[in-house]
Antibody
């Protein structure tokens, strides 16, 4: 059973860059069958898809986040990462990493990390 | 990229059946059979319960079922149990603005 674990700072200052890493165990980020995704959930609110990355570096992200999102894969460490620049208080949320499966394309999140709370505050 | 539309809350008594709707557009729910549903208990990560409209992952109770008609997908939970009380989110593949995924706003299920 694949497991995912988010890691990174729990507190980020406004205008700085939020950086998170997801470590995958029991599976490989190099698999051609899966994409690797980031989702966030502001306190008391719903889920928002941030974006996903494929092992060869192909990415797609939520257009509402404009060009603030950067994602990458480190196959040597079996990890994938998220950078979100120019953060504001509105970026305060629980951030989840997840595996994305589907019939040749990325369509559903079948394995999730436990989530990590990131607070944006000075 | 607007969120898919779900009712904010639904409720039902133990043993009853409830249905949660999820409305999108022809660029997401209506255009593809790629709707999924997630159950989230407070303080926990979401759990996949339905994928590709009506398929259940291994280990998910057959009390959960999914369907779709036009731009609206539905999740039905039959034989309601206290443990079903949770938030439920739909999601769909989308080709609106970009190729990616979109979630619904979530529905709080209360078991009376």
């Amino acid at each position: 059973q694949v497991q995912l674990q988010e890691s990174g700072p729990g507190l980020v200052k406004p205008s700085e860059t939020l950086s998170l890493t997801c470590t995958v165990s029991g599976g490989s980020v190099s698999s051609e069958y899966y994409y690797w995704s980031w989702i966030r959930q502001p306190p008391g609110k719903g889920l928002e898809w941030i974006g996903y990355v494929y092992y060869i570096g192909r990415t797609s992200h939520n257009p509402s986040l404009k060009s603030r999102v950067t994602m990458s894969v480190d196959t040597s460490k079996n990890q994938f990462s998220l950078n979100l620049s120019s953060v504001t208080a509105a970026d305060t949320a629980v951030y989840y990493c997840a595996r994305v499966s589907g019939p040749g394309i990325a369509v559903y999140h079948d394995q999730w990390g436990q989530g990590t709370l990131v607070t944006v505050s000075s | 990229q607007s969120a898919l539309t779900q009712p904010a809350s639904v409720s039902g008594s133990p043993g009853q059946s409830i249905t949660i709707s999820c409305t999108g557009t022809s660029s997401d729910v209506g255009g593809y059979n790629y709707v999924s549903w997630y159950q989230q208990h407070p303080g926990k990560a979401p759990k996949l319960i339905i994928y590709e409209v009506s398929n259940r992952p291994s280990g998910v109770s057959n009390r959960f079922s999914g369907s779709k008609s036009g731009n609206t997908a539905s999740l039905t939970i039959s034989g309601l149990q206290a443990e079903d009380e949770a938030n439920y989110y739909c999601s769909s593949y989308t080709t609106s603005s970009t190729l990616g995924l979109i979630f619904g706003g979530g529905t709080k299920l209360t078991v009376l």
